[in-house]
Every structure is written in C-alpha cells, then in structure tokens.
C-alpha cells in the first residue's frame, strides 16, 4: 500500500489516515508531499492525486484501488483487518464509537477554522470564539459519554473511551493535539484521555516526525483571537 499525506505538522486528515495504516499493522509506503509547495502543485496534476479531487490522504492498495477520504480509509483498513482493530466488538460501543467518528468527520468547523493543527506549537493564551467553545464543549459531552459507558470494554483500565486505542482516537488525534497546543482547559476525566492518545506510540512516531520537518506555512502559525 501507498499513503500520500500532507506535511506532519500540519495536515490532520492527513494524520488519521496514517494513523489508520499503522493501526492495521500491515505494510505501507508513506509518501508526504508538502502542502501546497511546487511538488504538491506537481502531484495534484497527475494521476495519483486525481481520484481524491487532489486531497490527501488518499491510499492506493496496488494500482486498481484507491481509497480517499479519512474515514473511507479507516473502514477500508477495518475490512482488510478482518474488522478486528478498530472498532468495539459490542454492538452498542461500535453504534456510539461510529457515531463520534462521523460526527469528528463532519463538524466542529469553527474549532477546525480557528484552531488548524499545528503540532509544533503550544499557545498559552489563545483565546477561542463562541463557537468554537460551543465545538469543545461538545466534544467534552461526547467523550464524558463514551468514557462512562464504554471505557472499561475488554476489561481496559487505561483512560481509553472504549477501553482500546481505535477508530475513534485515530478522528480524535488531531482534536487532542489542537487542544494541547491551543491550551483549551479539560476536566480530568479528559485530561487522561488525552494524555493516553498523545502518549500513544504511532501518535509519538507522528509527532516526532513533525518537530523534524522543516517546512513552514505562515497561515498555520497564527495564534487565534477569539
Ligand atoms: N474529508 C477529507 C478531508 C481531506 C482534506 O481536506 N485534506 C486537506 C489536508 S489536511 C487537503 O488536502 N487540503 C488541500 C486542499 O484542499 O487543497 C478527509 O477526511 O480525508
């Protein structure tokens, strides 16, 4: 397989569908084309960039099949695993953990416009609007559900939401990154959380690969003011 990604720092879509390859556990190819620099203009032109109207991440499974898309990745993957690494076993675990993961793929837009991801950086003092707050606030609804109800699956003492890193912690990532590096306070509960996703060893990986990058976007280096 072949995993065309965006720049580590900065690209979070880019980061589920890696995360994603490396929870399969089976062998890919990574590939980072950094965002909009002359190679990334080069690439959209051509033909591995073209079934994802020239987004990544976008897989290619030998030279017939092409999955773009996050989540189309993520289910793509599940498949491949036998449906065993992703996502709960027990029906109303999977039904919730889907449930977030759609709604991590579809929403959230203020979050996502004023805090963009940017693994380099840690803000102190951003100050975040109305809406975002309202996107953060959901989110905190949304794992405090999770955790209390599904965070002890498979007997997990750790601070998993569905007692195992899956599906939903690979959408999620991004979201704890940003809310480290935008400093947005959390209740302990996802305070934990977030520590085991972070401290996650293909979130480690990821993370170490983008503190080496050299490249810079200046629109991404902008701290937020409300
Ligand atoms: N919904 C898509 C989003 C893909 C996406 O927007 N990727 C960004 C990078 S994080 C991109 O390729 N942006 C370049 C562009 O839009 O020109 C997914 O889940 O993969």
């Known amino acids: ?6 720049n580590k720092a900065y690209s979070s879509w880019s980061m589920r569908g890696w995360l994603a390859c490396k929870q399969s556990g089976l062998p890919f190819e990574e590939v980072v084309v950094p965002l909009y620099s002359d190679e990334w203009d080069r690439r959209r032109e051509g033909n591995e960039f073209a079934p994802g109207g ?13 999955i773009w898309d996050s989540l189309a990745i993520i ?7 036998d449906n065993k690494l992703f996502w709960p076993d027990d029906v109303h675990a999977r039904a919730m953990a889907r449930s977030m993961a759609a709604e991590m793929h579809s929403s959230y837009a203020a979050l996502r416009r004023e805090c963009t991801m940017n693994i380099r950086r840690i803000y102190p003092d951003a100050k975040i609007g109305p809406e975002a707050q309202a996107d953060v606030a959901r989110i905190l609804q949304i794992w405090a559900e999770a955790r209390a109800r599904f965070g002890g699956l498979g007997g997990g003492d750790g601070d998993f939401l569905f007692g195992a890193f899956g599906a939903v912690d690979i ?3 991004p979201v704890v990154t940003r809310f480290i590096s935008y400093s947005i306070p959390v209740p302990p509960f996802a305070a934990a959380y977030m520590k085991a996703v972070i401290e996650h060893r293909f979130v480690q990986d990821w993370i170490a690969s983008a ?12 701290a937020p003011e409300g």
């Not at 020239?54 to 092409?66: A, F, N, S, Y």
């Not at 289910?75 to 695993?81: A, F, I």
């Not at 990058?213 to 280096?221: A, F, P, T």
């Open 54 to 66: 020239g987004k990544v991440p976008i897989l290619w499974d030998g030279e017939d099949c092409v």
């Open 211 to 222: 503190q080496e990058e050299e490249w810079v976007i200046d629109q991404y280096e902008i």
């Open 171 to 173: 959408m999620f990532a």
């Open 75 to 81: 289910e793509y993957l599940n498949e491949k695993t």
């Open 1 to 6: 397989m072949k995993l065309f990604i965006g």
